[in-house]
């Protein structure tokens, strides 16, 4: 089994920043992709950003340029750094690892989300 854990949610005035950490730990053989995503109240699930084992990036379009995602492959981590955080941003944020484990196929694992609020 994998264990995926955020930190770093909170509340925060617009403007301000945030960065969530997520750790994947247990019998992972290899990882594929990593990503965060977030589900604001009344709203479906949406991708914010992924990154490859490459470190190759994509993000919501309407989020590039604010929210930066980066990984630390030796240690199984993917931070998300949140600048300029506006009222919409507010959302729980799940992180999500698509990693190999022994003696299983390939399978996404999430965490259990951390809670963003953005509010003046």
């Known amino acids: 089994q994998v264990q995926v854990t955020e930190s770093g949610g909170g509340s925060v005035q617009p403007g301000g920043s945030l960065r969530l950490s997520c750790s994947a730990s247990?019998?992972?053989?290899?990882?594929?992709?990593m990503a965060w995503f977030r589900r604001s109240q009344g709203k479906q699930r949406e991708l914010v950003a992924s990154?490859?084992?490459?470190?190759?990036?994509t993000y919501l379009p309407a989020l590039q340029g604010r929210f930066t995602i980066s990984r630390d492959g030796t240690n199984n981590m993917i931070y998300l750094q949140m600048n300029d955080l506006k009222p919409e941003d507010t959302a729980v944020y799940y992180c999500?690892?698509?990693?190999?484990?022994?003696?299983?196929?390939?399978?996404?694992?999430w965490g259990q989300g951390t809670r963003v609020t953005v509010s003046g």
């Open positions: 990154i490859t084992n490459r470190g190759t990036t």
């Open positions: 247990g019998s992972i053989v290899s990882v594929y992709t």
């Open positions: 999500n690892f698509k990693v190999e484990t022994v003696g299983m196929p390939v399978y996404d694992f």
